[in-house]
């Protein structure tokens, strides 16, 4: 049967993208309240939101060129307004911009208009309130120089809360398809049915701010197929997407005319009914065509005088709902429930999925993997339904729909990886295929099988005797997210440099124990009851020539397997000799570090080979290879982090701890002591120095270089290439320091700089004479700010004359190995 015109449902992926980039803009108030009579520092976020991206320097362009900051009392009464131009708005090297303002006495709010010529109409209504909720725009809307409004309070400022989000005034949306779809080519869309004007202000940024407009039926202009559309934001159930497209039928190379089609902005609600979508200012609606299975209407005002009938499959990604795969034709439609993800030992697994078939019974359910996923016989008469409601809105439904629940019988999992299958769901012509996962045999946490460690000081019995337990409660920055997505949480780790540690794995009745790695050692005999694994050679004499090769086992080459013949459970430890578990303790954790949460604890630092160029002191270049830690001392995670870039914010645990260099309190000291710095070290991993640090600027592999983000952000960061290709390169985060008193609240400074103390003293030839009572109070450190990276000094105590005054500065630290 030729089908020409079929249902879309497309279920749209929403960006919210209100996550503030680098553009910082600064303004300065006046006399009010307790307010400094020169004003108040107010710190503006101007969001932007290319295409899948929030950007953090809008593609290096202007993005503010006015400013209009209009004052309320606390009714809300209208008190007056200063503008500011463009000539007055000038961006600075890190993304600010600063610009003076005097706030009229008696403000209780701010609020502040981007890139829009507010009257005094627009200010306040006839009773003078404020009338910026009910002020509209209905201009085309610009992207580069987008409207956007924000308010902060007085009460705020006094309280030093001057961070304030400026939000865009309209909503944007754009589509991408699956590259799958070789037969399938977007060649444009347009947003048809929006409001025709967006108010300046918002109540709630949740709700649509709809002025006293009515959508237009006028659409757009098609934007480009890798082009954005904004649009000023439209109540629920009203706008929809044309998309413009080629589609080619068969293996045909002819070429064929545009096609169109419509798109319902909707989201699937769990009981399978659908929900029209508000589209609201500041979002943006991505669109992801994943099958194409018919071409759509001739002309776009087909498409657009008609419901959504063309057929297309799309799938909703989401963070917090299941990922739902959904197909649809004229007559029916067919949408599956996410992957069903099981723990290894659970023998039952549920799948979920709505048809809306005239005839709903006429389905069925086939396991693509027979041997762990059975389908019952009578999974039909067994299986419960409900009948869904018809929702508003809701015309284009073929049927009011019915929701099935099937069980499926699943085979125990015995090995430590996990099963990976598919059902296969068909209503009519429609089919959809649901993802089963069963998890893998936990042997981590098997109480028969708990392993333990030894060898690692510091740790309690209990500590000792349950090895992976204490592994994901006590150990910080071990866990794949803390790693980049690299998993270390799953083994057994011999550590690089000096290793000391082994490991005691319970031996049970039938076990059958394999070892293919000459590097492993297990000897089944020296301790009862135990498998004991440890390095093949650990001695001083034989191990230190390789104590710093990088080596990892992996599927293709398995370290050690246990099968068990009476339980049929096979386990596998996956063996690592990448990194070290080290404790912080004592002054490393206490009157070393300066802030208001010291790093403390035991946490996981893997170690990477860097080259650098070193200048040696006759003169000539040398390459040398440094082994670094990859992250600084008592990070918990090794990833980069700017307090600017929202996909990078929540990196924060990247800075570590807050290291004073040193605590001499005379010249004497100063000159000879390295009390800190040796006890900041990790056996041979020592805080690096400045030839260290300089040589890798030489070697070019420690640069300041600009990155993107998954979502789209960019931003620069101080990165450093490894000569590891399963770890290519390191980061040093922003962090700023801490200036103050191990016994008072430092004083935070520098927040977008990257900082790190270096073991050197300024030497003689750098500024001081080793007869000069100020030698050995001055340390290198490294700086990287904006576009500049530096190696500076600084004092690392407050004082003159040889003279410590108890106020240091502590900085991040590195550590590495020679």
């Known amino acids: 049967m030729y089908i020409k015109k079929l249902t879309i449902w497309l279920f749209m992926l929403l960006a919210m993208v209100s996550t503030a980039c680098s553009d910082i803009r600064d303004i300065v108030g006046g006399d009010t309240q307790a307010l400094p009579s020169d004003g108040v520092v ?289 007559d029916y439609e067919l949408g599956v429930c996410a992957e069903q993800i099981v723990d290894g030992n659970v023998l039952k697994a549920t799948v979920t999925f709505v048809t809306t078939k005239q005839n709903p019974e006429d389905f069925s359910v086939v396991s693509n993997n027979s041997d762990w996923i059975s389908v019952p016989t009578d999974y039909k008469s067994k299986a419960t339904y409900i009948d869904l409601p018809t929702t508003a809105g809701d015309s284009q439904r073929s049927s009011t729909g019915r929701l099935y629940t099937v069980e499926l019988t699943l085979s125990e999992n015995f090995e430590s990886a996990a099963h990976t299958g598919f059902v296969t769901i068909t209503s009519g012509d429609l089919s959809r295929d649901v993802k089963i996962t069963q998890l893998g045999y936990d042997f981590r946490h098997d109480k028969k099988r708990k392993v333990q460690i030894r060898g690692l000081a510091g740790l309690s019995s209990d500590e000792e005797a349950d090895y992976f337990n204490w592994m994901d409660t006590s150990l910080k920055g071990i866990t794949p997210e803390q790693n980049q997505g690299r998993v270390r949480n799953d083994g057994l780790h011999f550590f690089v440099g000096n290793n000391s540690v082994y490991y005691l794995i319970p031996k049970l009745q039938g076990d059958q124990l394999t070892c293919k790695d000459a590097r492993v050692k297990v000897d089944e005999n020296s301790v009862s009851g135990f498998y004991k694994v440890m390095l093949a050679n650990n001695s001083a004499e034989s191990y230190n020539d390789n104590n710093y090769n990088r080596w990892i086992s992996n599927e293709a080459f398995t370290i050690i397997t246990i099968t068990n013949a009476r339980t049929k459970i096979k386990v596998t430890y996956p063996v690592y000799h990448v990194g070290l578990f080290a404790q912080l303790t004592g002054n490393a954790a206490g009157i070393y570090q300066l802030s208001n949460s010291k790093a403390s604890g035991w946490y996981y630092y893997e170690m990477v080979d860097v080259k650098a160029k070193v200048t040696k002191k006759d003169g000539t270049i040398e390459d040398k290879t440094y082994h670094m830690l990859d992250r600084n001392l008592g990070a918990t995670t090794n990833g980069y982090y700017s307090p600017v870039t929202s996909a990078l914010e929540g990196n924060v645990g990247a800075i570590g701890g807050y290291f004073i260099i040193s605590v001499a309190q005379s010249s004497e000291d100063a000159k000879n002591k390295n009390d800190v710095v040796n006890a900041l070290a990790i056996g041979k991993f020592k805080v690096c120095d400045d030839m260290c640090l300089q040589g890798f600027v030489d070697n070019n592999v420690l640069a300041i270089e600009k990155k993107t983000t998954d979502s789209g952000e960019v931003y620069k960061c101080l990165r450093i290439n490894t000569l590891n290709q399963d770890v290519p390169q390191i980061f040093i985060p922003m962090s700023g320091y801490y200036e103050g008193k191990p016994d008072e609240d430092a004083v935070y400074k520098d927040s977008y700089h990257a900082n790190l103390w270096t073991s050197s003293r300024l030497s003689d030839y750098q500024g001081f004479s080793e007869k000069s009572p100020e030698y050995g109070f001055w340390y290198l450190y490294l700086d990287a700010f904006g576009k500049s990276l530096n190696l500076s000094n600084y004092r690392f105590v407050s004082g003159s004359s040889g003279v410590n005054t108890g106020r240091y500065r502590a900085m991040p630290v590195r550590l590495v190995a020679e």
């Open 42 to 330: 107010l710190t503006l976020k101007l969001p932007n939101f290319t295409k899948n991206t929030v950007a953090t320097r809008a593609n290096e362009q202007q993005q503010i060129n006015k400013l209009c900051v209009l004052c309320y009392d606390a009714e809300d009464n209208y008190l007056g307004m200063s503008n500011i131009t463009g000539a007055d708005i000038k961006p600075n090297d890190d993304g600010k911009y600063k610009v003076k303002v005097k706030v009229m006495e008696g403000t209780a709010t701010l609020h502040v208009v981007a890139n829009a010529e507010i009257t005094e109409s627009d200010a306040k209504d006839a009773n003078g309130k404020i009338n910026l909720y009910k002020a509209v725009r209905s201009t085309d809307i610009d992207l580069d120089a987008p409207v956007c409004w924000g308010s902060i309070t007085v009460t705020d400022l006094l309280s030093d809360k001057t961070s304030l989000t400026l939000v865009r005034q309209f909503a944007k949306a754009s589509v991408t398809k699956d590259e799958s779809l070789t037969n399938f080519e977007i060649t444009g869309f347009k947003i048809v049915n929006t409001a025709s004007s967006g108010t300046i202000a918002t109540k709630s940024i949740n709700d649509v701010a709809l002025p006293s407009v009515a959508c237009t039926a006028k659409p757009l202009n098609f934007a480009t197929a890798t082009g954005e559309q904004p649009f000023y934001e439209t109540p629920a159930d009203k706008a929809y997407m044309i998309i413009r497209a080629k589609y080619k039928e068969g293996s045909g190379t002819k070429d064929v005319a545009d096609t169109y089609y419509k798109v319902a902005f909707q989201t699937k609600n769990p009981d399978g009914t659908f929900t029209p979508m508000d589209l609201l200012r500041n979002h943006h609606y991505q669109v992801k065509v994943t099958a194409v299975n018919h071409a759509g209407y001739s002309s776009a005002e087909e498409a657009i005088a008609n419901p959504p009938e063309n057929r297309l499959s799309v799938v909703v990604v989401d963070d917090n709902p299941p990922i739902v795969d959904m197909i649809a034709c004229k």
